[in-house]
């Protein structure tokens, strides 16, 4: 079992930047391919970014491509998501996932764990 802690989230103003982390414990970390995604009001939850095993491969939603750049690293069993350029719309929920497989995936349903998610508010 797989337990995932956000951290990071906070208000910043529009053009700006911000790092979140998720820290893995219980599992063997380089184990799991990861994923953010984010939720905000009355949305449905969305693909952000997804990294394989080793870092090598990832994978991200148009909307933040160039943008946001996802990372991990394995021996802290830690998971990053740098945010750039940020804008209002990308005001969110952000939670990070684990799959048990080694290859990247966009979809929700394909991740057996979850963080309890960090607020990321951007003001114009």
């Known amino acids: 079992q797989v337990q995932l802690v956000e951290s990071g989230g906070k208000l910043v103003q529009a053009g700006g930047s911000l790092r979140l982390s998720c820290a893995a414990s219980g599992g063997t970390f380089s184990a799991y391919a990861m994923g953010w995604f984010r939720q905000a009001p009355g949305k449905e939850r969305e693909f952000v970014g997804a990294?394989?095993?080793?870092?090598?491969?990832?994978k991200y939603a148009d909307t933040v491509k160039v943008r946001f750049t996802i990372s991990r690293d394995n021996p802290s069993n830690t998971l990053y998501l740098q945010m750039n350029s940020l804008k209002p719309e990308d005001t969110a929920v952000y939670y990070c996932a684990a799959r048990p497989y080694i290859d990247v995936s966009a979809r929700p349903n394909e991740y057996n764990y979850w963080g309890q998610g960090t607020q990321v508010t951007v003001s114009s």
């Open positions: 990294i394989n095993w080793d870092g090598g491969i990832t």
